[in-house]
């Protein structure tokens, strides 16, 4: 597996400002077009001039579950990485094809260009760890424009504050979350999506969280599912030296009586401060989480402090 050094933060990309350029792309299932305008002109409202790309719109012209070909997904983000005009990329959404569109990626060249802030969640979490691993660059989980969520205030306002005023994030409180395991730790943030983050063992794209203060969440999976993607987590050395781990939610994946004993059995040995049920992730009221910047977790109180800001604040803000 790849070595990242997890004690220090990944390079931040700048903050967006009013007026910026922002791809709109998806690198797995074809967006929802009803909800699509509406998440673009959220954009437009806060300021931001959304540039959809063609994928947005292609509804499965290959495979009904991808947004078209793997080489014109790899493509368009190519395009967008190296678009001095495109300050960053806001996904679409997520479902599945990310792994796909990795493995027709084009990396080179790719090192000199500038930090820009990528921003989602799902499927994108490998596309995420992929920036972490090629580029060395932090990102954003976050809501994506076609998802139901986006436009809810809580979590647009979640968003738009790490993405246009990080200077602003300084703590989050997670404080409907359980406290599994007490104690405080240090480390960079990393993780996402628990399915993602177990496909992607074994390839040139995974980021093992030695040293760093790991987010899980997922779902539409059942008890023993989570617990088989863990356990691999945890038989692949992918585990080994993390900090602390934040289980986020699990929209659809059972009961609460059903998936915390799970979270319990495989986490609560590692060692580390472990929290779970914290609101970042699937099934709403979903709060911004930064990866690759460092962190205090307070198991305890349930809170991550941000040891700097999750992008680099613009001058005078």
Not at 197 to 209: K, N, R
Request: net charge negative; aromatic share 6%.
């Amino acid at each position: 597996m790849t070595s990242v050094d997890t004690r220090t933060s990944l390079a931040r990309p700048p903050a967006l400002r009013p007026g910026d350029r922002v791809a709109v792309l998806t690198l797995s299932s074809p967006a929802d077009q009803e909800r699509l305008p509406l998440g673009l002109e959220a954009l437009r409202f806060a300021g931001l001039e959304p540039v959809v790309y063609q994928s947005s719109y292609d509804l499965g012209s290959v495979h009904h579950y991808l947004a078209g070909s793997d080489e014109l997904r790899a493509a368009e983000l190519r395009s967008a990485l190296l678009d001095d005009s495109i300050a960053g990329i806001i996904f679409a959404c997520g479902g599945y094809g990310a792994q796909r569109t990795l493995e027709a990626m084009d990396w080179s060249g790719l090192e000199r260009v500038p930090p820009k802030v990528l921003s989602g969640y799902s499927d994108v979490t490998a596309i995420l760890e992929a920036v972490a691993v090629k580029l060395g660059w932090s990102s954003l989980m976050s809501a994506m424009v076609s998802c139901g969520e986006f436009a809810e205030s809580y979590t647009f306002s979640s968003m738009l504050r790490c993405l246009m005023w990080p200077e602003r994030v300084r703590e989050l409180r997670y404080d409907e979350a359980v406290t599994v395991v007490g104690g405080t730790a240090q480390g960079v943030t990393l993780g996402g999506n628990l399915t993602l983050l177990a496909a992607s063992v074994g390839t040139d794209t995974c980021l093992p969280a030695r040293g760093g203060i790991l987010l899980i969440e997922d779902e539409q999976e059942e008890d023993y599912r989570v617990d088989r993607m863990i356990t691999q987590l945890r038989r692949s050395g992918y585990l080994d030296g993390v900090a602390g781990v934040i289980a986020g939610t699990w929209d659809n994946c059972g009961t609460v009586e059903q998936i915390h004993p799970v979270l319990v059995d495989r986490l609560s040995d590692l060692g580390v401060p472990v929290i779970a049920w914290a609101n970042v992730g699937h099934g709403g009221h979903f709060q911004s989480f930064p990866i690759g910047v460092r962190a205090e977790l307070d198991a305890d109180a349930r809170t991550l402090r941000l040891l700097e800001p999750p992008l680099v604040p613009q001058t005078g803000s």
